[in-house]
């Protein structure tokens, strides 16, 4: 049965820092990976997907990495700004199989 | 492209009530999803069509709950009898159907049982 765990369960960093959010599966055989943005109360933000067959994808201030062999992602924010803080999310869409798989989150605030 | 809208946003009912939620998803979109998302926790899936047609579900969905698609539209998911661990977010998504591509959520239909 797929696992996915994000570490730390919650970070508080002051504005400009630089930060990485992590995410660990326990089964490799996934399509790929997708972090999203959650704010209070609301639905999910696709922020990046990352095919099993890549490396990396960037948007703007966020890169996302993928090691499939180790099961391991991280969520890089460069510049983090109070706007940024929300719970992200790491889901893997498990092979085989349709659905989403996700982890419990990383809560981040951003302090100005 | 409006992207992906639930109704209701909110829900409160009395245990043993019958609630249906609804979900329209983005167009062209193909398949669509349903998750149950409670505090503290990341969302769970429950089912997905492929059009009209329901191709998986999840063991979290008992038989209390049936979700439909007809005509491979909106979606519905109804949940009855409900009782109080039922309370939580329940999330729709839509892909264009390809299986590996992006998932789109909606803003979520927060269920209270009381």
Redesign the interface.
Known sequence: KQE?TQIPAALSVPEGENLVLNCSFTDSAI??L?W?RQDP??????LL?I?SSQREQTSGRLNASLDKSSGRSTLYIAASQPGDSATY?C?V?QGG?????????TKLTVNP | DTGVSQDPRHKITKRGQNVTFRCDPISEHNRLYWYRQTLGQGPEFLTYFQNEAQLEKSRLLSDRFSAERPKGSFSTLEIQRTEQGDSAMYLCASSLGTGTDTQYFGPGTRLTVL
């Open positions: 996915v399509y790929n997708q999203f109360g609301k639905g999910l933000t696709s997907l095919q999310l889901a869409l199989s349709e659905k989403l798989v996700f982890g419990k989150g």
